[in-house]
């Protein structure tokens, strides 16, 4: 049986020491056209306690970028930005993660969690049990690791602190 909204749900969640967690896709940006900034304008960013972010990728035993462009090349014109800021072409970083960390100025206590594997990038796992420092050595798609603007930026975007060591 469906219950009716409650908007007060994420205030009871704190008070009984819950978490409410939203689910975001970086795929969801494309055919779906469902953005950081609508996490905001539905209002669920108020009710929210963490975003689990999905997915990054986890092969050779190391985590990676799954996605680049929707993670942090593509660049959100001002209508589509969190802040109604454009991103513009020399910043560093751009997408998803820049969209999330002005969602986070929004709302600081906001957490993002980072998934790691999916339905198709899970094979990696075993390996990176094996070597947990290896796992944490973020690598985009398989070059060096990713440069400075996961490095820059890794606090603002809510890394976990076990990973934050090795970026």
Known sequence: MLKPHRPRARLRALAAGGKVIGYFTNWGTYDRDYHVKNIETSGSADKLTHINYAFGNVTGGTCRIGDSYA?????????????????????????????????????????????????????????????????????????????????????????????????
């Open 71 to 167: 993670d942090y090349e593509k660049a959100y014109t001002a209508e589509e930005s969190v802040d109604g800021v454009a991103d513009t072409w020399d910043q560093e970083l751009r997408g998803n993660f820049n969209q999330l960390r002005k969602l986070k100025k929004l709302h600081p206590d906001l957490k993002v969690l980072w998934s790691f594997g999916g339905w198709s990038w899970s094979g990696g796992f075993g390996e990176a049990a094996q070597n947990p420092a290896a796992f944490a050595k973020l690598r985009p798609g398989g070059g060096p690791p990713l440069g400075r603007c996961l490095r820059r930026h890794r606090h603002r975007l809510g890394v976990p602190q076990r990973l934050r060591a090795h970026l």
